[in-house]
């Protein structure tokens, strides 16, 4: 099936707001040290390899011109996220990041309807301002900092480019799709933006980060970072590019935020001494928001 309908759309959605929510956790097991880029280039590339079988039942289809220089515009969304995040994180505070994060669905919308793949549709704002307030109170609730760790400056505003990035990605890949630029086929689609969005970080990460620092790799950082490439970057992108295919970039991205919530979830099942009442006014928004955004 090439585009799935809309119900199957957002259940795929939830899928990949449950495995976004849970990889986060899993990152952290990660040895200390070793080079973020360089091990996101990584991962791009197994899950670009992770993509193959279903390429090769889509027939290898090879991109015309048009389709190259578009998937190698996604590349660079997704370089220009990547690669500013982790400029970013030693730079910007973790509730900053969190905070500029949850922009993504509106942003998407803004760039949706520019591009003319977004229709206007204000009750969807309102959704994505619940979902946004709801995703704030958890971000806080979950003690990434306070409200003086919350800074805006050029450091800050670079990472912000990079999510100005992130919303373009499925915005590109929904324009094109509909000017049949990019292949009707997700599993290509991801295939390609992923190949070359590995290509890209890595020749960032080459550039910044010395390349012996991946001996450092033990045997469990490798079995992570297959199951990283596999499920975090491979899955959640085809799902990712198979939800463009059936629904618009800014409910899309309005899965973000979700992530939170699942987050917190993971927390609660390891901490369960951290659950209060704080939690609950941004996770009710938070339901709140999907209930609706899955109705309109």
């Given at each position: 099936m090439t585009h799935p309908r809309a119900s199957s759309a957002h259940a795929g959605m939830l899928l990949w707001a449950l495995i976004v929510g849970v990889s986060y956790p899993a990152v952290g097991l990660l040895t200390d040290g070793l080079p973020p880029?360089?091990?996101?280039?990584?991962?791009?590339?197994?899950?670009?390899?992770?993509?193959?079988?279903?390429?090769?039942?889509?027939?290898?289809?090879?991109?015309?011109?048009?389709?190259?220089?578009?998937?190698?515009i996604l590349g660079l969304c997704l370089a220009g996220f990547f690669g500013?995040?982790?400029?970013?994180?030693?730079?910007?505070?973790?509730l900053t990041m969190a905070a500029f994060s949850v922009s993504v669905p509106l942003l998407a919308y803004g760039f949706g309807r520019a591009l003319g793949v977004e229709a206007p549709a204000y009750r969807l704002l309102g959704t994505f301002t619940l979902g946004t307030i709801g995703a704030l109170s958890l971000i806080?609730?979950?003690?990434?900092?306070?409200?003086?760790?919350?800074?805006?400056?050029?450091?800050?505003?670079?990472?912000?480019?990079?999510?100005?990035?992130?919303?373009?990605?499925?915005?590109?890949?929904?324009?094109?799709?509909?000017?049949?630029?990019?292949?009707?086929?997700?599993?290509?689609?991801?295939?390609?933006?992923?190949?070359?969005?590995?290509?890209?970080?890595?020749?960032?990460?080459?550039?910044?980060?010395?390349?012996?620092?991946?001996?450092?790799?033990?045997?469990?950082?490798?079995?992570?970072?297959?199951?990283?490439g596999v499920f975090s970057s491979g899955a959640t992108f085809w799902l990712l590019q198979r939800g463009t295919g059936a629904l618009t970039p800014g409910t899309v991205t309005a899965y973000n935020y979700l992530v939170p919530f699942v987050a917190m979830l993971v927390l609660f099942a390891t901490q369960t001494d951290v659950i209060g009442w704080h939690w609950l006014p941004g996770s009710l928004l938070v339901m709140v928001a999907m209930l609706l955004l899955v109705r309109e």
């Amino acid at each position: 099936m090439t585009h799935p309908r809309a119900s199957s759309a957002h259940a795929g959605m939830l899928l990949w707001a449950l495995i976004v929510g849970v990889s986060y956790p899993a990152v952290g097991l990660l040895t200390d040290g070793l080079p973020p880029l360089l091990l996101t280039a990584l991962r791009f590339a197994i899950a670009a390899v992770s993509m193959l079988p279903l390429i090769w039942q889509a027939g290898r289809q090879l991109p015309a011109l048009p389709g190259i220089l578009l998937y190698a515009i996604l590349g660079l969304c997704l370089a220009g996220f990547f690669g500013t995040m982790f400029w970013a994180a030693h730079r910007v505070t973790a509730l900053t990041m969190a905070a500029f994060s949850v922009s993504v669905p509106l942003l998407a919308y803004g760039f949706g309807r520019a591009l003319g793949v977004e229709a206007p549709a204000y009750r969807l704002l309102g959704t994505f301002t619940l979902g946004t307030i709801g995703a704030l109170s958890l971000i806080f609730a979950q003690g990434a900092g306070d409200a003086a760790d919350l800074r805006i400056g050029w450091n800050e505003g670079a990472f912000f480019l990079g999510c100005v990035a992130l919303a373009l990605y499925p915005v590109l890949s929904k324009w094109g799709l509909v000017r049949g630029i990019l292949s009707r086929d997700a599993a290509v689609r991801t295939f390609w933006s992923l190949f070359v969005g590995a290509i890209l970080i890595a020749a960032i990460g080459l550039i910044y980060e010395p390349i012996t620092a991946l001996s450092q790799m033990r045997f469990e950082d490798v079995l992570l970072v297959v199951y990283l490439g596999v499920f975090s970057s491979g899955a959640t992108f085809w799902l990712l590019q198979r939800g463009t295919g059936a629904l618009t970039p800014g409910t899309v991205t309005a899965y973000n935020y979700l992530v939170p919530f699942v987050a917190m979830l993971v927390l609660f099942a390891t901490q369960t001494d951290v659950i209060g009442w704080h939690w609950l006014p941004g996770s009710l928004l938070v339901m709140v928001a999907m209930l609706l955004l899955v109705r309109e």
